[in-house]
């Protein structure tokens, strides 16, 4: 358990820093963009998830560390407050699918605009 936390937590750091970065200095990332061959120009709108990449970086960083001290020290509290973080992750990912599936038309309608 603690091993897969630890991985957690440091996913959650890169990404974190990843947001960071994106939302600090977006043009190095635009120029790194701009060096790939045949590259779509909608890449570009990548400096939009900015603020998305810090929100989950932090969500996993929380969650990974409150994994492995809980499971290194057996607090209760740290596994608990694990648990409530992973249970309110879950029931975000059933309420997202169950959108996505009452408005399967009108993200296939969207989607056929767009592409």
Do not use: T
């Amino acid at each position: 358990m603690f091993l897969f936390n630890g991985i957690i937590f440091v996913a959650g750091a890169a990404v974190l820093g990843v947001g960071v970065w994106v939302k600090v200095d977006g043009g190095s990332l635009l120029a790194v963009i701009g060096n790939i061959e045949d590259a779509p120009a909608e890449l570009s709108q990548l400096l939009n998830v900015g603020y998305l990449l810090i929100a989950v970086g932090a969500v996993l960083l929380i969650m990974g560390f409150l994994g492995c001290c809980g499971a290194v020290k057996e607090s209760r509290c740290m596994l608990l407050l694990f648990f409530v973080i992973v249970l309110v992750v879950f029931i975000a990912e059933v309420a997202g699918a169950i959108v996505v599936l009452v408005f399967q038309p009108l993200a296939e309608d969207l989607i056929n605009r767009l592409g």
